[in-house]
T-cell receptor, first 116, second 114 residues
Framework: DTAVSQTPKYLVTQMGNDKSIKCEQN?????MYWYKQDSKKFLKIMFS???????INETVPNRFSPKSPDKAHLNLHINSLELGDSAVYFC???????????????FGSGTQLSVL | DQQVKQNSPSLSVQEGRISILNCDYT??????FLWYKKYPAEGPTFLIS?????DKNEDGRFTVFLNKSAKHLSLHIVPSQPGDSAVYFC?????????????FGDGTTLTVKP
C-alpha cells in the first residue's frame, strides 16, 4: 500500500491549459510538500502545508496554487501552463515540519509534466 | 547556481566490490547532508545522512564521509549488491535557517553487475 501517492504519473498538455496534480498520504502525517525537479534534476521546494495551513511558499509564480482539503491531501493546481513548467513534480510528507531535507521526508513517485 | 554537484552521472561496479559515489557542494551554509536512493518510477527514499559536526556516519553497508574543508562528501557501499542498482542523489540542507534552502544533486546511476 503506497504511503505517498500522486496522480497522474504522466501529464502531457498544451500551453495555456489549466491542470491539477493530486497527492495523498496514508501515513497520518501532519505536513505535506510539493517539490519541483527541473531539467537539471535539482529538487526544490515549492509549498508546504501543515494541518491544512500554508507554512512554506517559495518564490513560485502565482499560477501555481496548492490546495489542501484535509491533512492527508495536498493538490497542486497550475493555471495557464507554460513551456518552462515542464518538470517532474514530487509530493512529500512528514510528521513534523521539516525545514530542509531530512530522513523524515517521504516522497511520492513523481509526476512528469510535459507542456507542449 | 549549481550548489550541489555529482560529477559522475553513472558508475558501474562488480558485485561484492566497493561503490564510491561522490558529491561536491559550494554553499558553506549547508549543515546537513543526505543520500537518497531512487528506483525507476518511484520516489527518492532516504538512505543515510550526516550532520556537519561529524565527518563519518555508518549504517550497515553504507558509510557517508564528509570533508567540510573540501566541501565534499562521499557514499561508500561495501559490499555492493545488484539490488543497490539505482540512482543516488546527494542532498544538502541549511537545517537551521530558512526552509527551502535545500537542494538535490543531479544524481549518479549506480549499476552493480552480478
Amino acid at each position: 500500500d503506497t504511503a505517498v501517492s500522486q496522480t497522474p504519473k504522466y501529464l502531457v498538455t498544451q500551453m495555456g491549459n489549466d491542470k491539477s496534480i493530486k497527492c495523498e498520504q496514508n501515513l497520518g502525517h501532519d505536513t505535506m510538500y510539493w517539490y519541483k525537479q527541473d531539467s537539471k534534476k535539482f529538487l526544490k521546494i515549492m509549498f508546504s502545508y501543515n494541518n491544512k495551513e500554508l507554512i512554506i511558499n517559495e518564490t513560485v509564480p502565482n499560477r501555481f496554487s496548492p490546495k489542501s482539503p484535509d491533512k492527508a491531501h495536498l493538490n497542486l493546481h497550475i493555471n495557464s501552463l507554460e513551456l518552462g513548467d515542464s518538470a517532474v513534480y514530487f509530493c512529500a510528507s512528514s510528521q513534523d515540519i521539516v525545514r530542509g531535507f531530512n530522513e523524515k521526508l517521504f516522497f511520492g513517485s513523481g509526476t512528469q509534466l510535459s507542456v507542449l | 547556481d549549481q550548489q550541489v554537484k555529482q560529477n559522475s552521472p553513472s558508475l558501474s561496479v562488480q558485485e561484492g566490490r566497493i561503490s564510491i559515489l561522490n558529491c561536491d557542494y559550494t554553499n558553506s551554509m549547508f549543515d546537513y547532508f543526505l543520500w537518497y536512493k531512487k528506483y525507476p518510477a518511484e520516489g527518492p527514499t532516504f538512505l543515510i545522512s550526516i550532520s556537519s559536526i561529524k565527518d563519518k556516519n555508518e549504517d550497515g553497508r553504507f558509510t557517508v564521509f564528509l570533508n567540510k574543508s573540501a566541501k565534499h562528501l562521499s557514499l561508500h557501499i561495501v559490499p555492493s549488491q545488484p539490488g543497490d542498482s539505482a540512482v543516488y542523489f546527494c542532498a544538502a540542507s541549511e537545517e537551521i535557517t530558512n526552509a527551502g534552502k535545500s537542494t538535490f544533486g543531479d544524481g549518479t546511476t549506480l549499476t552493480v553487475k552480478p
